[in-house]
């Protein structure tokens, strides 16, 4: 046939072949045709090459290649191929560089507000008035101002940005240093590829990148192929294509039904050789890659032919299209430049808190500075009765600023600055450890978002289950096994007849392989059921490979393979008295039929009628169906050297056999799988179990892993039935629909790849629930790629999952295992609980520095704090907590409460008790300090001293107090659920340890030497031993505000909410009607989040009057800002709480395929 095709070739499309001549690079196909070509499938594509090229061996001469010798290995032509084709290799989203990093770092509104308190108090600090102060003027002292004071003015703004320099260094350094590692991680595996090609008539191993167009690729049984092709000769070749199409059955391939290949599917059966004829980003995975934005750049250099191109692949990926589509790539422009800045929960409420201090902080600072600037005006004017003078005008504009110097102090205390360190620092820390627990986190924010999961959506072969298919129960010889016999009970005759029956039965191909490290399993190649059966046959103390080398593959007399129609495998073999036996394996219920012996226990043969069949389907073979086994009977025929059978009459050969056993292969549950589950629901997170499998199969492995248990109100749903259940008259899915079925849903079988989608996507947009839930998926195919990308959290296999899918994810689990899901879930909650037990420690400072400096300030016109100690008192304490709190490890008892939740306060009420109770003390203490102090300790007072004078030993006793105080509340802060014992595992954290005892020792060496900078004077012992005192007090007044039961308090308000119910989500405000694809979003976002910070105070007024709410934050924080106008227009219904939104379509080429409206 070959040989008749090339002859033909020689004859026929010679015209045709000079008219396109001028093709590129003197290769006879251009790249636009090869990616049409590779579009096609089937007859469709086997009819294009006919009519383009003749057939496969036209299309090779057409690339210039030999289809037996390969091209010839030489550089300049390869060279030539790659600039034309392109090269086999998809390239990676450019990394950001470390100046990006930093910029996206700054955009923290935090941030901003500090670094613009900064800068005026920097520039405050070095504008002198000229102009003594003159007698006429006044001689009104602003409170005690020392020189020291005012040439160290700058030290305070400088101070502040140095401690913002800090905070974006570190957390630009921890994105950096995350991006290096998982490129690190990608190259590795990247060189690590190899494929066989020809080149010179000699076969090669080639790295996968190397390929070029053209060249001649060996396929053979398991190779992930790596670029498409075209087949030119094939054995009984089988593909899995479903991480493409998401179609499980395998596709046979022949180089005259369906010749293409393409890249990223997997060879299940047979070999073959293919002409490679689209490589990278023009290849099938490549162009899905794209899709998915990880060739963005590569789009913009590509003509506009390829772009309309890539608008036909969007239509044609049916499962990658899900509901964004055909748009996908018209947002891929916008897209490939965009900041990726994605705000998760915590961000969002931390974003929300720190604005609601820093508004707090604004109206103190601005109350100080209006007090302050009154009681001068009316001292200077009112009561001295002074006139004010043109010549004193800078006097007293120093005068102002002096004032707003103490106000913008006071903003600068209120304003926790230690709130972004701490979040990076927390996840920083969280996502090293978690790479020890085999989650390899590629989104900073999912580890974070992974605390508040709802629901899981599972794999179950692979993730469930370890994708070792083993054989557990059997039935040999008369016995039903429950588990391996021992070689012993079994005749040896059976025995015997079994291992031969197994091991030459089956693809050579297959088999079991020592394991690649200590310790580990022994690895399966293969067929996974064969496998099974070749595990069984070494279970049972004996070896496949010396009766296969005994007979090798090509004595075997006859093969009949199996597939889909058979549903068996039988292999005929010459026996040494020139008789002939078959062996056969297959579904029992086929096999059964065909059987007419059994072998007995003594291993003889035993009549076998159907009545006795219909007892074994009942006794035997059900029983082990509905423990999630499938069932595979092994059975033999003999015939006499003088009745050869016609071969051909397959029915005949394959009858009237003798069964030697069934077998029940099972796909084990991971052994640690159970108790992971019950810890997910115990922590309040619903389990569902979503596979392709059928649906008993399914139902056994949920219920051995106790996703569904029994006496639950559960659904067990094969994926037809739930699109039936899901979708309208007209086959739309309809949210409503969903709703009912979600719930209660929890195994989903045989299910595609887009059912996965539309479960996940409908879980997410359901309104039924108190809160919206949070959904994690794991997936492995490409296929899984839109589940991954839609879910909140998505995890891909690192062992399993293919490029695409890891792509797509958030976090890698990197030994593909569940219950590293529940290590991600509780690593999530623990940077939550770090955070609060941060923010419950920082704002108790704040709350007290804020209302001392303020109330020194309008009482005694300075405030008792200086601005330096108030520094040292903000950063380092800042700093340090955060560290100090955000690196406490995770226990065990974080799984035993339901997640937060997206509308979960930060601070709950007992921290607020806390917060508030501590206050009090502290507050107590410095005031009493303040004012009776030096009767106490029986020294100078400190108040009102002259200018110049020394620091005061009174001042800095208070200074000292208060220090002391933050350190033992420290101690406090590391319980926020108002546990009892604060030690409790304390010495489980050495960085804690290190860094309360190092700020106490600093906090020596400043009082005792910092003299005139620090504004301290040395104390003795005795005073050191009274501030300790104070200090230690606090664990005791700890334990005092534990015993106030927080349900009393019904006063106290929670802070720092999540998006409330009727306001807009962050998600829906960028979502509109649309589904809008991540990275729109979060583009959206990052500019919105300027303009919020700026909008937010202004639209704060208009914004009360019109949801008339409780007057508590939540309700104030209902913000409909102007940039919302910008995007969208919004209307307001007669209820003020209703808000709908109708969003400004963006002109796509697709319509809007998920129209429902966002209550």
Same mark, same amino acid.
């Given at each position: 046939?070959?040989?008749m095709?090339?002859?033909s070739?020689?004859?026929?499309?010679?015209?045709?072949?000079?008219? !396109?001549?001028p093709?590129?690079?003197?290769?006879?196909?251009?790249?636009?045709?090869l990616?049409a070509?590779m579009?096609?499938?089937?007859?469709?594509a086997?009819?294009?090459?006919?009519?383009a090229?003749?057939?496969?061996?036209g299309?090779?001469?057409?690339?210039?290649?030999?289809?037996?010798e390969g091209?010839?290995?030489?550089?300049?032509?390869?060279?030539?191929r790659?600039?034309?084709?392109?090269?086999?290799?998809?390239?990676?989203?450019?990394?950001?560089t470390?100046?990006?990093?930093v910029?996206?770092?700054?955009q923290?509104?935090?941030?901003?507000?500090l670094?613009? %308190?900064a800068i005026?108090?920097l520039?405050?600090?070095f504008?002198?008035?000229?102009?003594?102060?003159?007698?006429?003027?006044?001689?009104?002292?602003?409170g005690?101002?020392?020189?020291?004071?005012?040439?160290?003015?700058?030290?305070?703004g400088?101070a502040?940005?140095?401690?913002v320099?800090?905070?974006?260094?570190?957390?630009a350094f921890n994105?950096?240093s995350?991006?290096k590692?998982?490129?690190?991680?990608?190259?590795?595996?990247e060189?690590?590829?190899?494929?066989?090609?020809?080149?010179?008539?000699?076969?090669?191993?080639v790295?996968?990148?190397?390929l070029?167009?053209?060249?001649i690729a060996q396929?053979?049984?398991?190779?992930?192929?790596p670029?498409?092709g075209?087949?030119?000769?094939?054995?009984?070749l089988k593909?899995?294509?479903?991480?493409l199409?998401?179609?499980?059955?395998?596709?046979r391939?022949?180089?005259?039904?369906?010749?293409?290949?393409? *890249?990223g599917t997997?060879?299940?059966?047979?070999?073959g050789?293919?002409?490679?004829?689209?490589?990278?980003?023009?290849?099938q995975t490549?162009?899905?890659?794209?899709?998915?934005?990880a060739?963005g750049?590569?789009e913009e250099?590509?003509?506009?032919?390829?772009?309309?191109?890539?608008?036909?692949v969007?239509?044609e990926?049916q499962?990658?299209k899900?509901a964004?589509?055909g748009?996908m790539?018209?947002?891929?422009?916008?897209?490939a430049?965009?900041?990726?800045?994605?705000?998760?929960?915590?961000q969002?409420k931390l974003?929300?808190l720190? /604005?609601?201090?820093g508004?707090?902080?604004?109206?103190?600072?601005a109350?100080?500075?209006?007090? $302050?600037?009154?009681?001068?005006?009316?001292?200077?004017f009112?009561?001295?009765?002074?006139?004010?003078?043109?010549e004193?005008?800078?006097?007293?504009?120093?005068?102002f600023?002096?004032?707003?110097?103490?106000?913008v102090?006071?903003?600068?205390?209120?304003?926790p600055?230690?709130?972004?360190?701490?979040?990076?620092i927390?996840?920083?820390?969280?996502?090293?450890k978690m790479?020890?627990?085999?989650?390899?986190?590629?989104?900073?924010?999912?580890?974070?978002?992974?605390g508040?999961? =709802?629901?899981?959506?599972?794999?179950k072969t692979?993730?469930?289950?370890?994708?070792r298919?083993?054989?557990?129960?059997s039935y040999?010889?008369d016995?039903?096994?429950k588990?391996?016999?021992?070689?012993?009970a079994?005749?040896?005759k059976?025995?015997?007849?079994? /291992?031969?029956?197994?091991?030459?039965n089956s693809?050579?191909?297959?088999?079991i392989?020592?394991?690649?490290?200590?310790g580990?399993?022994p690895r399966?190649?293969?067929?996974?059921?064969?496998?099974?059966l070749?595990?069984f046959?070494?279970?049972?103390k004996?070896?496949f490979?010396?009766v296969?080398e005994?007979?090798?593959?090509?004595?075997?007399?006859k093969v009949? =393979?199996?597939n889909s129609?058979?549903?068996?495998m039988? =292999?005929?073999?010459?026996m040494?008295?020139?008789?002939?036996?078959?062996?056969s394996?297959?579904?029992?219920e086929?096999l059964?039929?065909?059987?007419?012996?059994i072998?007995n226990?003594?291993?003889?043969?035993r009549?076998?009628?159907?009545?006795?069949?219909?007892?074994?389907?009942?006794?035997?073979?059900?029983?082990?169906?509905c423990?999630?086994?499938?069932?595979?009977?092994?059975?033999y025929?003999?015939?006499?050297?003088?009745?050869?059978?016609?071969?051909?009459n397959?029915?005949?050969?394959?009858?009237?056999?003798?069964?030697i056993?069934?077998v029940?292969?099972e796909?084990?549950?991971?052994?640690?799988?159970?108790?992971?589950?019950r810890k997910?629901?115990r922590a309040?997170?619903?389990v569902r179990m979503?596979?392709?499998?059928?649906i008993n199969t399914?139902?056994?492995?949920?219920?051995?892993?106790?996703?569904?248990?029994?006496? !639950?109100?559960?659904?067990?749903?094969e994926?037809?039935?739930?699109?039936?259940?899901i979708?309208?008259?007209?086959?739309?899915?309809?949210?409503?629909?969903?709703?009912?079925?979600?719930?209660k849903?929890?195994?989903?079988?045989?299910?595609s790849?887009?059912?996965?989608?539309?479960?996940?996507?409908?879980?997410?947009?359901?309104t039924?629930?108190?809160q919206?839930?949070v959904?994690?998926?794991t997936?492995d195919?490409?296929?899984d790629?839109?589940?991954?990308k839609?879910a909140d /959290?998505?995890?891909a296999?690192?062992?399993?999952?293919?490029?695409?899918?890891?792509?797509a994810s958030d976090?890698i689990?990197t030994?593909?295992?569940?219950?590293?899901?529940v290590? %991600?879930?509780?690593?999530?909650?623990?940077v939550y609980?770090s955070i609060?037990?941060? $923010?419950?420690?920082?704002?108790?400072?704040?709350?007290?520095?804020?209302?001392? %400096?303020f109330?020194?300030?309008c009482?005694?016109?300075?405030?008792p704090?200086?601005?330096?100690?108030?520094?040292?008192v903000?950063?380092i304490?800042?700093t340090f907590a955060s560290?100090?709190?955000?690196?406490?490890?995770?226990?065990? *008892?974080?799984?035993?409460?339901?997640?937060y939740g997206?509308d979960?306060?930060?601070?709950?009420?007992?921290?607020?008790?806390n917060i508030l109770g501590h206050?009090v003390?502290q507050?107590?203490?410095?005031?009493?300090?303040l004012?009776?102090?030096?009767?106490?300790f029986d020294?100078?007072?400190?108040?009102?001293?002259?200018?110049?004078?020394?620091?005061?030993?009174?001042?800095?006793?208070?200074?000292?107090?208060?220090?002391?105080?933050?350190?033992?509340?420290?101690?406090?802060?590391?319980?926020?659920?108002g546990?009892?014992?604060?030690?409790?595992?304390?010495f489980?954290?050495?960085?804690?340890?290190t860094?309360v005892l190092?700020?106490?020792g600093?906090?020596?060496?400043?009082?005792?030497?910092?003299?005139?900078?620090?504004?301290?004077?040395?104390l003795?012992?005795?005073?050191?031993?009274w501030?300790?005192?104070v200090?230690?007090?606090?664990?005791?007044?700890?334990?005092?505000?534990?015993t106030i039961?927080?349900?009393?308090?019904?006063?106290?308000?929670?802070?720092?909410h999540g998006?409330?119910?009727?306001?807009?989500?962050?998600? !829906?405000?960028?979502e509109?009607?649309?589904?809008?694809?991540?990275?729109?979003?979060e583009?959206?976002r990052?500019q919105?989040?300027?303009?919020?910070?700026?909008?937010r105070?202004?639209?704060?007024?208009e914004v009360v009057?019109?949801?008339?709410?409780?007057?508590?934050?939540?309700?104030?924080?209902?913000?409909?800002?102007?940039?919302?106008?910008?995007?969208?227009?919004?209307?307001?219904?007669?209820?003020p709480?209703?808000v709908?939104l *109708?969003?400004?379509?963006?002109?796509?080429?697709?319509?809007?395929?998920?129209?429902?409206?966002?209550?």
């Open positions: 046939m070959g040989d095709a090339n002859s070739i020689e004859f026929h499309p010679k015209p045709q072949q000079q008219r !396109e001549a093709h590129a690079g003197g290769f006879g196909c251009t790249l636009s045709e990616r070509l579009e096609l499938r089937g007859a469709e086997l009819q294009k090459i006919q009519e090229y003749g057939d496969v061996s299309l090779c001469k057409r690339l210039k290649t030999s289809p037996t091209l010839a290995d030489n550089t300049n032509d390869l060279e030539k790659r600039q034309i084709y392109g090269q086999n290799f998809i390239p990676p989203k450019q990394p950001k470390f100046l990006q990093l910029w996206e770092a700054l923290d509104v935090t941030l901003i507000i670094e613009v %308190a005026v108090s520039g405050l600090s504008y002198a008035p000229p102009g003594e102060e003159s007698e006429a003027c006044g001689n009104v002292s602003g005690a101002e020392d020189e020291g004071e005012a040439e160290a003015g700058w030290i305070e400088a502040i940005l140095l401690s320099i800090c905070v974006v260094l570190v957390t994105d950096w995350k991006e590692q998982f490129r690190g991680l990608q190259s590795r595996i060189q690590e590829q190899k494929f066989t090609v020809i080149r010179n008539g000699q076969l090669l191993q790295p996968v990148a190397a070029v167009v053209g060249d396929v053979k049984y398991g190779d992930l192929l670029a498409d075209v087949l030119i000769q094939g054995n009984d593909i899995d294509e479903s991480s199409t998401g179609e499980s059955d395998h596709v391939k022949s180089a005259d039904k369906d010749p293409m290949l393409l *890249s997997h060879v299940m059966e047979g070999s050789r293919m002409v490679v004829t689209a490589v990278g980003v023009n290849s490549g162009i899905i890659f794209t899709l998915l934005g060739g750049e590569e250099k590509k003509d506009k032919k390829a772009k309309k191109q890539d608008g036909a969007a239509m990926m499962p990658l899900s964004e589509g748009e790539e018209e947002r891929e422009k916008k897209k430049n965009v900041p990726k800045k994605e705000k998760s929960v915590l969002g974003t929300k720190a /604005v609601q201090i508004k707090a902080g604004l109206v103190m600072s109350i100080t500075v209006i007090i $302050l600037v009154l009681y001068f005006v009316i001292e200077t009112v009561v001295d009765g002074r006139v004010w003078l043109a004193c005008t800078p006097v007293y504009v120093q005068y600023v002096k004032f707003f110097i103490i106000g102090t006071v903003l600068v205390v209120a304003v600055e230690g709130l972004p360190l701490a979040v990076t927390s996840l920083a820390y969280s996502v090293k790479m020890k627990d085999n989650n390899l986190v590629r989104h900073l924010d999912a580890c974070e978002t992974m508040n999961a =709802t629901a899981i959506c599972s794999d692979g993730t469930l289950t370890t994708n298919m083993t054989v557990v129960q040999l010889g016995t039903h096994y588990e391996i016999p021992a070689p012993s079994l005749t040896p059976i025995l015997d007849l079994l /291992v031969h029956a197994i091991s030459i693809a050579y191909t297959t088999k392989l020592p394991p690649e490290k200590e580990a399993l399966q190649v293969g067929n996974k059921t064969e496998c099974a070749l595990g046959v070494l279970d049972l004996r070896d490979q010396p296969r005994q007979i090798p593959e090509d004595k075997l007399y009949y =393979t199996f129609v058979r549903k068996s039988s =292999t005929v073999i010459r040494p008295d020139g008789g002939f036996r078959l062996f394996k297959g579904a029992s086929i059964l039929k065909k059987c007419t012996n072998l226990s003594n291993g003889e043969l009549g076998f009628r159907p009545r006795d069949r219909d007892d074994m389907v009942k006794k035997i073979i059900e029983p082990m169906a423990d999630g086994l499938r069932t595979i009977c092994i059975a025929r003999d015939f006499s050297s003088s009745q050869e059978p016609d071969w051909d397959e029915n005949e050969v394959v009858g009237d056999l003798t069964c056993a069934v029940g292969i796909d084990p549950v991971r052994p640690e799988v159970p108790e992971a589950i997910c629901q309040g997170i619903t979503v596979t392709g499998d059928n399914a139902r056994a492995i949920a219920a051995k892993c106790g996703i569904i248990q029994p006496g !639950e109100d559960f659904l067990c749903l994926g037809k039935e739930f699109n039936r259940r979708r309208n008259e007209k086959g739309e899915i309809e949210q409503e629909r969903l709703d009912k079925v979600w719930p849903l929890r195994v989903l079988a045989r299910s790849p887009t059912d996965k989608h539309t479960l996940v996507k409908g879980i997410i947009d359901s039924t629930g108190e919206r839930q959904v994690a998926v997936g195919g490409t296929n790629g839109p589940a991954l839609k /959290v998505g995890f296999m690192g062992i399993a999952g293919t490029d695409v899918a890891k792509e976090i689990l030994d593909d295992n569940f219950t590293s899901i290590k %991600a879930v509780m690593w999530g909650r623990n609980d609060s037990k941060f $923010l419950q420690f920082q704002l108790t400072v704040n709350v007290v520095a804020v209302i001392v %400096a109330t020194g300030a009482i005694t016109q300075d405030s704090l200086k601005a330096v100690q108030m520094l040292w903000n950063l304490m800042d560290l100090a709190l955000a690196t406490e490890p995770p226990t065990e *008892s974080l799984l035993l409460r339901k997640p997206r979960k306060p930060l601070i709950s009420r007992t921290m607020m008790k206050a003390y507050l107590t203490i410095i005031f009493t300090l004012f009776v102090g030096e009767l106490l020294i100078d007072s400190g108040r009102n001293a002259p200018l110049h004078s020394p620091p005061s030993e009174h001042y800095t006793i208070i200074f000292n107090t208060f220090v002391m105080m933050q350190l033992f509340n420290e101690i406090n802060a590391r319980k926020i659920h546990e009892r014992n604060v030690f409790d595992g304390i489980s954290n050495p960085i804690f340890c860094i190092g700020t106490f600093i906090q020596i060496v400043i009082v005792q030497f910092g003299g005139k900078p620090f504004s301290c004077s040395p003795s012992t005795e005073q050191w031993l501030c300790l005192f200090g230690v007090g606090e664990l005791v007044w700890g334990q005092v505000i534990a039961p927080t349900s009393q308090l019904k006063c106290l308000k929670e802070a720092g998006p409330g119910k009727d306001e807009m989500t962050d998600e !829906e405000l960028a509109g009607e649309e589904e809008i694809d991540h990275a729109e979003r583009l959206r990052g919105i989040l300027w303009f919020r910070g700026l909008n105070i202004q639209t704060q007024m009057s019109t949801f008339k709410r409780s007057g508590s934050f939540q309700g104030a924080v209902r913000r409909r800002s102007s940039v919302l106008s910008q995007l969208h227009d919004v209307t307001n219904l007669s209820t709480t209703h709908t *109708s969003a400004a379509k963006p002109t796509s080429a697709a319509g809007n395929p998920s129209g429902e409206s966002i209550p």
